[in-house]
């Protein structure tokens, strides 16, 4: 049915314009590319054009070339965010709710981006995490690669119940096997063969990385446990404070949010060499995300095609805070289901927990890097992920698009979102969001397009936007945010763009405004089906 409605496409095309096929195929050919990439736990300053110190020359190189977002938003936990991402919908409206986060989504009610690129012609491919009912092959994508998992995995093994695909044959590890490599490699492949059609393509790459387990070669972690011993938490997270207000990432008159009342201060950090080899683990992650960005940069330069293809790079919420602050032989609550002690293909057991008798990294670990680190990966915002404050929901997103996006290396604060993605994808293929497909009647999109900032204008954008997300409930009008615990409690409120850290609560000088936001998030619950 997909292929038969590609070739109703190209066959009115060339009505239409009255073209002979070569010349319509020509035409379809031209049509802009999209590669969109995304990391997993990332938090908001951990690449080096957001202040962060770890090498990602890839990722800053499309900073430099393009245009980075200071105020783009998802939704503070990776299931969530990847299903409005996409189908441009808000995730509760297809089946996400606060007590099921991870399960798949309602797809009676929706389409997705792959699936309607593809129906216009294009090449869709991905890579990376699905966590979808069905296969993506039924769902928009041509080509597929990756683990049909919850993120319950190991890099360097399969896990039983997480098996992996190659389109939708099932697909055997080789050996020296590491995910994020193997991610990287089929991503590489995919776009080879992309390149090699008359035909544009989209190609999605979700990056399980830096989520965790803490798993990295050591060649790999190898050069940053010196900077993290010789300058810890307290020290980075300055120095990406400064960093950030150098680059104008932040505003000048911003306030770094405060530390956590329960980490210490690091000179006085009993296990420096340890708690240094969890962000040495944890930055030996992200920069292989940054080497497979370079890879497919580079495809595209030899191919012709990087000035006729949008590339955006974006997290799905912000860092993690799982880990404890001590060394531990318990892992980090979670049971041993979660943690694959028991389902582990190899039969070698993982050991739970961290400490300095039992460092992060090796295949047989399993660990986080705790709140400390976490802290420092939002700098300078409030929260991490799972809440509701912009710690937990602001990402970095980075396009480049060089036909389009005539200002290189600039910024803007226009205020977008996740669900803007699918509305953009389609805008840029020149494509309208159906009313119906392949018998579905798709909710109305909720999202709205980047496209007019990318071409330097000022774009009509959301009057309101809203969050359920598992520690809190959150709505944004304008520069005014509000936000409360989801067990009810006391609204906060903070005006985001004289203080974007949260750190000066207004709600009691302004209780009109505070209850206006709170009404208009409770109707948006309603509308939506949020808890």
Not at 24 to 38: E, G, H, Q, S, Y
Not at 169 to 194: G, M, S
Request: one cysteine or more; a negative charge; charged letters at 25%.
């Amino acid at each position: 049915m997909k292929r038969l409605l590609c070739a109703a496409y190209t066959s009115c095309l060339m009505l239409i314009a009255g073209l002979a096929p070569a010349a319509a195929a020509d035409a379809l050919a031209k049509r802009p590319n999209v590669i969109l990439v995304m990391a997993d736990d990332l938090g908001w300053s951990d690449i080096g054009c957001y202040g962060g110190e770890i090498p990602t020359p890839h990722i800053d190189s499309l900073a430099r070339t393009g245009l980075r977002f200071t105020q783009f938003y998802n939704n503070a936990i990776c299931g969530p965010t990847r299903a409005s991402l996409l189908t441009g919908l808000y995730c509760q409206q297809i089946g996400h709710r606060g007590d099921r986060w991870n399960e798949p989504v309602d797809f009676s009610k929706c389409v997705t981006v792959a699936e309607l690129l593809q129906a216009a012609g294009y090449r869709t491919m991905m890579v990376g995490k699905w966590q979808g009912r069905d296969p993506p092959a039924d769902r928009g994508f041509d080509r597929f690669f990756g683990p049909m998992c919850q993120a319950k995995i190991s890099y360097f093994h399969e896990v039983e119940q997480n098996p992996y695909r190659l389109d939708r044959e099932r697909w055997e590890l080789p050996q020296d096997f590491y995910l994020t490599d193997a991610i990287n490699e089929f991503a590489v492949q995919f776009l080879n063969e992309a390149v090699e059609r008359d035909q544009p393509f989209f190609l999605y790459v979700a990056h399980i990385a830096p989520h965790w387990p803490l798993h990295a070669r050591e060649a790999d972690i190898a050069p940053y446990r010196q900077r993290y011993r010789e300058h810890g938490w307290d020290e980075w997270r300055q120095r990406r404070f400064q960093k950030q207000r150098e680059l104008g990432v932040i505003p000048a008159g911003w306030e770094l949010s405060p530390r956590p009342a329960s980490i210490r201060d690091w000179k006085t950090e009993p296990y420096q060499d340890w708690q240094a080899e969890r962000m040495a683990v944890y930055a030996a992650q992200v920069e292989t995300i940054d080497r497979g960005l370079g890879e497919l940069l580079e495809i595209l330069q030899k191919a012709g095609q990087a000035d006729n293809t949008l590339v955006m790079f974006l997290s799905d919420n912000g860092a993690a805070p799982d880990g404890e602050l001590a060394p531990t032989t318990a892992g980090f609550g979670l049971p041993p289901s979660a943690r694959n002690d028991r389902w582990r293909k190899d039969g070698v057991p993982m050991r739970p927990g961290s400490g300095p008798d039992n460092p992060p990294g090796p295949h047989d670990t399993f660990a986080a890097y705790g709140l400390a680190w976490a802290n420092v990966s939002n700098t300078p915002l409030c929260g991490t992920k799972l809440t509701g404050y912009e710690g937990g929901i602001r990402t970095p997103l980075v396009a480049r698009w060089p036909a389009v996006i005539r200002q290189p290396g600039g910024f803007t604060d226009q205020v977008g979102h996740v669900i803007d993605i699918m509305a953009t994808c389609l805008d840029v293929a020149g494509e309208a969001y159906p009313a119906e497909f392949e018998g579905r009647r798709p909710l109305p999109l909720e999202g709205k397009s980047l496209l007019p900032i990318f071409q330097g204008h000022q774009r009509q954008g959301h009057e309101m936007l809203c969050w359920s997300v598992p520690q809190h409930q959150a709505v944004r009008m304008g520069r005014w945010k509000a936000v409360r615990s989801t067990r009810g409690g006391a609204w906060q409120l903070f005006d985001l763009e004289a203080d974007g850290t949260e750190t000066i609560d207004q709600a009691a000088r302004q209780p009109e405004r505070t209850k206006e936001l709170a009404a208009q998030l409770e109707t948006w619950r309603q509308r939506v089906g949020a808890e």
